[in-house]
């Protein structure tokens, strides 16, 4: 996958808090393409692979029971310096601490429900594409 690319998705309580579309609004009109986008959802199997990194962390329990309680949106997003400009646009991962105007800022309840992932890594934003969408699922 090229390097401007990342990956999302409006976690579970986005979902839940009819959020989706004031979500996607701030996406597209901070610049960034929709390539590839679904409503799914999660199993225990896919939260914990998706989030292995995390595995060992004391909130692991809480993070796959979450992530894996509700449907989900996943989406590849386009835009020069995505990953990084995307993690700018949804704020810290606790949103006490992130800024105003950001996604979690804005939508996220806790640093545990905290409304939307980005990806951290061009690496990664490759390989959790490639988890979620098949390759004739990204534009
Ligand atoms: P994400 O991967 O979802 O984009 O979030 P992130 O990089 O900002 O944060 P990360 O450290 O990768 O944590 C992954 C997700 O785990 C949950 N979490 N809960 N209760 C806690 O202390 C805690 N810490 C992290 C959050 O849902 C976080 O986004
Ligand atoms: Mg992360």
């Known amino acids: 996958m090229r390097t401007d690319r990342t990956f999302t998705m409006l976690k579970p309580d986005s979902v839940e808090k009819g959020h989706i579309g004031a979500i996607l609004e701030k996406i597209t009109a901070s610049g960034f393409k929709i390539v590839a986008m679904k409503l799914t959802q999660m ?13 060992e962390r004391p909130f692991f329990g809480e993070l796959v029971e ?29 949103p006490e601490d992130a800024a105003e105007g950001t996604i979690r800022k804005l939508y996220a309840a806790s640093i545990g429900e905290n409304a ?24």
């Open 116 to 139: 939307v992932h980005g990806s951290d890594s061009d690496e990664n934003a490759e390989i959790e594409s490639q988890f979620h969408f098949a390759g004739r699922e990204i534009f």
């Open 43 to 55: 199993t225990t199997a896919d939260a914990e692979e998706f989030y292995a990194i995390h595995k």
């Open 66 to 94: 979450y992530m894996t309680r509700g449907p989900i949106v996943s989406a590849v997003l386009e835009k020069d310096n995505a990953v990084e400009d995307f993690r700018t646009l949804i704020g810290a991962t606790n």
